[in-house]
């Protein structure tokens, strides 16, 4: 891309977001006029599109790995469309239809609280491992500063147990942190039987 084409982008860009901005404090002024839901109708749907297009390429880019089940479908691609893997999109499409039933079924029984929050406080938990391994880099010496070996990793971990405290509410969380634990030991058994092939 040459500097003249990339000018022009950025500048395109730019027009774009400022009138996308006018367009939020025009919303944001008539919060009376019930216009303010399209505010977070269209940050919802940004939201969702990077979730989307990025979960349309998880399991492919897992199985190109060999981390997965079922890899050698999975990694298929379909020239016709651009190189899309349409088996890993479809594998997506089909958890975010389990997980959407999931979900309904909490709303519907008049659950408390969101179902989705155990398995992100599961995620900031795994995170606590990483911030460990940062630490014991730091005690190797690979990493010099202080401040980004040993407190950085320190102030994450206790934000990850901020995060917890606020999950181990939920009246179902054992539960569901029963079955995330299960999910995860299910993939330490795949690892450890086809760490010979994984990439």
């Known amino acids: ?49 990077g979730l989307v297009l990025g979960f349309i390429r998880m399991p ?4 190109l790995r060999n981390m997965i089940p079922g890899s050698k479908s999975l990694k298929k691609v379909d020239e016709k469309l651009g ?6 999109a479809v594998m997506a499409f089909l958890l975010s239809m389990i997980w959407l039933a999931i979900h309904y079924y909490s ?7 969101d179902v989705s929050e155990i398995a992100i406080c599961v995620s900031y938990l ?21 401040f980004k070996g040993y407190v950085v990793p320190v102030m994450a971990c206790i934000g990850s147990l901020v995060i917890l405290t606020g999950s181990i509410t939920h009246p179902l969380f054992i539960y569901y942190l029963l079955i995330c634990a299960t999910i995860m030991g299910t993939g330490i058994v795949f690892y450890n039987k086809n760490k010979d092939i994984i990439i």
């Open 1 to 49: 891309m040459t500097q003249n084409k990339f000018n022009y982008m950025m500048w395109i860009t730019y027009l774009k977001n400022h009138r996308m901005a006018d367009r939020y404090l025009q919303l944001l002024i008539c919060v009376k006029t019930g216009e303010l839901k399209e505010v977070y109708l269209s940050e919802l749907l940004g939201t969702v599109n």
């Open 60 to 63: 492919y880019s897992l199985a």
């Open 83 to 88: 190189g899309m893997p349409v088996n890993s």
């Open 107 to 113: 709303q519907t029984v008049g659950m408390r609280g």
């Open 126 to 146: 795994n995170y606590i491992v990483l911030y460990i391994a940062v630490i014991r880099l730091a005690r190797k010496g690979e990493i010099k500063s202080k």
